[in-house]
């Protein structure tokens, strides 16, 4: 994907024009604090003066093109601005009104007036603008926390849709720093995958946190990827609108599950990018990517000097894929030879007091326990309250820990249960000896098993571009085709079904048994949820069965379907494909029949998806003990089910221009070498009024 434009000359400008009054005003204050060097150039109709600077009337008479403008005016005004600024040849700007699209008709009428004329890259409007902490730029009409990065230091990227988010992000006291702070709006010309491409290639910024409402480009967003994946620079994404579900359940289970954020984040998992759902985990995951990256693995160690904290931290670690190996015998021996036999050595460790002070034991210890190899070692250490207490004995221990990791090259983190107990300037101390420090016990781990996760992830290929089917244009017909027409349509694409075929009689019902065979299965076609309606009868094993059951369900639905009876099913599965908004048909794969609504276990998966990432799915659901012979069953044959799931979604993928809805629910999988089976089938494709009615 192309970026429309080129924002360097905008995010690092030499001379910036401000429009406007108080807004404006705040601009020029910020810069000048932060010790912008380069020209700014206030611009006022009647005023001479702002902030102690020379005002100009117009754009027009400023001494040379502004590369970056910052318009602070109402939204009425702020096209005809945006039009001077590209007549004269400026580098880009900020718009700072709101009340365009977002706000009702007539703003939407002058956000399209804005984007034809805005010839030049602009962010917004409805956005505070941008923060530049590495070259002390500020775009920016409000007071922020964050400082000027000294030379040679490095940060952090954060990238807000809400800048009101960005304001609270940048008054963080955690110990963060950060090389840029921009905020989109309304994203109308520059979006958030834009930003983050133009911001990611500078050498001053370490890793990337994205605060994400909506997504402006699927294209950008996979172009973002690979140039992180080329830079081995991290992402971690904070999106929001987890409740909201852009599809409400219709025909099938599928509707209901795969909701748009289940699909964005099954999207930022194809991209490598981490994910947490809180502003403490973002902040803590971006201070230990800040430092150290990615993680080669999910082993982890920890050292304290209570049983309390050792307790705390490996509950934490409880249901997450970072873990704390056990030690063996030759490991523990010369850790005990210096804490004495009253320890007991184990991760995570609980040293105890005995060698609390002392400096040189502490580091001996601490430098023995490095060797060993984790992925991340943590040391827990809570400071007592700056005004009130002394810190002597606690910076006994920081300077050991900062002793042992020098000598040992290993990547450590020192850990604070709780934020207050952490202070800023300890922190800043130790990420200069290349040491994250961290507050929180959930919020480090979830740090660690993210930055370990994108290690993985940066050891393989990055995976295809998803293919995304919008929604049709045009007023739309839904047809829903009985299980019959379903299963027709995906035999012809080799998908393995059981046989069967339409019955509108007794005498038809008897003839076709005998050439289908015992056990059958008897249906009421055009019922969704055949389960909660009676309209199906299972284990049919003879006439007279058949024939009852045939009673029972006449004048159900549409028609009756008759169907031999897969056997020996070890597990039932779900797959689905349901249109999402921004994503075209996803696929959703969970535990078949009811499970999947009474344990709510699924997981979305874009389109195309490979079968490596189908089976690490599968294994990861819930039941996934049932696939692997559980309490002596039967191992289910996974091969044959992911066969069967990938000749779906090329069926699905062959048919995407006019599919609305599929759902298998249940696939049987049998046991090892006898197959997997779509034993129902759901189907509803879309048609545009014209061809309906032409």
């Known amino acids: 994907m192309q970026r429309p434009f080129d924002l360097q000359r905008l995010l690092r400008p030499r001379s910036i024009a401000v429009v406007g009054g108080s807004a404006a005003v705040n601009v020029i204050v910020q810069c000048q604090?932060?010790?912008?060097?380069?020209?700014?150039?206030?611009?006022?109709?009647?005023?001479?003066?702002?902030?102690g600077l020379k005002t100009y009337p117009s754009i027009a008479e400023l001494p040379d093109a502004p590369d970056a403008c910052f318009v602070g005016?109402?939204?009425?005004?702020?096209?005809?601005?945006?039009?001077?600024?590209?007549?004269?040849?400026a580098g880009g700007a900020v718009c700072y009104a709101s009340g365009f699209r977002e706000a009702d008709e007539e703003g939407q009428r002058l956000e399209a007036r804005l984007e034809a004329v805005a010839k030049l890259p602009?962010?917004?409007?409805?956005?505070?603008?941008?923060i530049n902490y590495a070259d002390g730029v500020l775009l920016w009409p409000d007071q922020h926390g964050g400082r000027r990065l000294a030379d040679g230091e490095q940060g952090v990227a954060i990238l807000a849709q809400s800048s009101n988010l960005a304001i609270n992000l940048s008054m963080q006291q955690r110990g963060l720093p950060l090389a840029y702070l921009l905020t989109a709006g309304n994203q109308m010309q520059i979006g958030l995958s834009d930003l983050a491409l133009a911001v990611l290639d500078d050498p001053r910024v370490t890793a990337l946190g994205l605060h994400?409402?909506?997504?402006d480009s699927i294209q950008g967003f996979e172009a973002l990827a690979r140039q992180a994946h080329r830079l081995r620079k991290p992402v971690v994404?904070?999106?929001?609108?987890?409740?909201?579900?852009?599809?409400?359940?219709?025909?099938?289970?599928?509707?209901?599950?795969?909701?748009?954020?289940?699909?964005?984040?099954?999207?930022?998992?194809?991209?490598?990018?981490?994910?947490?759902?809180?502003?403490?985990?973002?902040?803590?995951?971006?201070?230990?990517?800040h430092v150290h990256g990615s993680l080669d693995a999910y082993s982890?160690?920890?050292?304290?000097?209570?049983?309390?904290?050792?307790?705390?931290v490996a509950d934490a670690a409880l249901g997450r894929k970072v873990y704390f190996p056990a030690l063996t015998a030759e490991q523990q021996a010369p850790i005990e030879a210096v804490l004495g036999a009253k320890v007991t050595v184990q991760n995570p460790l609980d040293y105890q007091t005995y060698i609390w002070g002392d400096e040189s034991a502490m580091t001996l210890a601490f430098t023995h326990w490095l060797k060993?190899?984790?992925?991340?070692?943590?040391?827990?250490?809570?400071?007592?309250?700056?005004?009130?207490?002394?810190?002597?004995?606690?910076?006994?221990?920081?300077?050991?820990?900062?002793?042992?990791v020098q000598a040992t090259g290993q990547k450590a983190a020192l850990v604070a249960s709780l934020p207050e107990n952490l202070p800023e300037l300890y922190v800043e101390r130790l990420a200069f000896q290349g040491i994250a420090a961290l507050s929180g016990f959930e919020e480090t781990l979830i740090a660690a098993e993210i930055a370990a996760d994108i290690g993985k992830f940066w050891q393989q290929a990055l995976a295809e571009p998803c293919i995304s089917v919008p929604q049709p244009v045009l007023p739309i017909s839904k047809q829903t085709l009985t299980e019959a027409q379903a299963k027709a349509l995906l035999a012809q694409a080799a998908v393995p079904l059981p046989l069967g075929q339409v019955v509108n009689s007794l005498e038809a019902a008897l003839q076709a048994a005998d050439v289908l065979g015992y056990p059958l299965v008897l249906k009421a076609l055009g019922i969704a949820h055949k389960t909660e309606q009676a309209a199906l009868r299972l284990n049919l094993t003879n006439r007279l069965e058949l024939s009852a059951a045939f009673a029972d369900l006449e004048g159900l639905g549409s028609g009756l379907y008759l169907e031999s009876m897969v056997q020996g099913g070890v597990a039932e599965l779900l797959v689905g494909f349901h249109r999402d908004p921004c994503f075209g048909l996803v696929m959703s794969l969970g535990l078949g029949g009811i499970w999947v609504e009474l344990l709510r276990d699924s997981q979305t998966l874009l389109l195309p998806s490979p079968a490596v990432e189908i089976e690490q799915v599968l294994l990861s659901l819930k039941g996934a003990a049932l696939l692997?012979?559980?309490?002596?069953?039967?191992?289910?044959d996974l091969a044959a089910a992911i066969t069967a799931i990938l000749r779906i979604q090329d069926f699905v993928l062959n048919h995407a221009a006019q599919l609305h809805e599929l759902e298998i629910n249940p696939l049987i999988i049998c046991a090892v070498g006898q197959g997997a089976y779509a034993a129902d089938a759901l189907l509803s494709r879309t048609f545009s009024e014209e061809k309906v009615h032409g």
């Open 33 to 51: 604090r932060m010790g912008y060097t380069g020209e700014l150039w206030p611009v006022h109709p009647s005023r001479t003066e702002m902030a």
């Open 73 to 89: 005016v109402n939204r009425h005004i702020t096209p005809h601005i945006v039009a001077e600024l590209v007549a004269r040849g």
């Open 122 to 130: 602009l962010l917004g409007p409805n956005c505070y603008g941008f």
């Open 212 to 215: 994400i409402e909506g997504f």
């Open 237 to 289: 994404v904070l999106k929001v609108g987890k409740t909201s579900q852009a599809q409400q359940a219709a025909l099938t289970h599928t509707a209901s599950l795969a909701g748009s954020h289940a699909a964005a984040s099954a999207f930022l998992k194809r991209l490598g990018f981490g994910q947490v759902e809180s502003l403490s985990a973002f902040l803590e995951t971006l201070k230990l990517l």
């Open 300 to 312: 982890l160690s920890s050292l304290s000097c209570s049983g309390g904290e050792a307790s705390l």
């Open 372 to 404: 060993l190899g984790f992925s991340l070692n943590l040391l827990i250490l809570d400071f007592p309250h700056l005004a009130r207490c002394q810190h002597e004995d606690w910076l006994v221990a920081l300077r050991a820990w900062e002793q042992a």
């Open 628 to 636: 692997q012979g559980y309490r002596g069953k039967p191992v289910a």
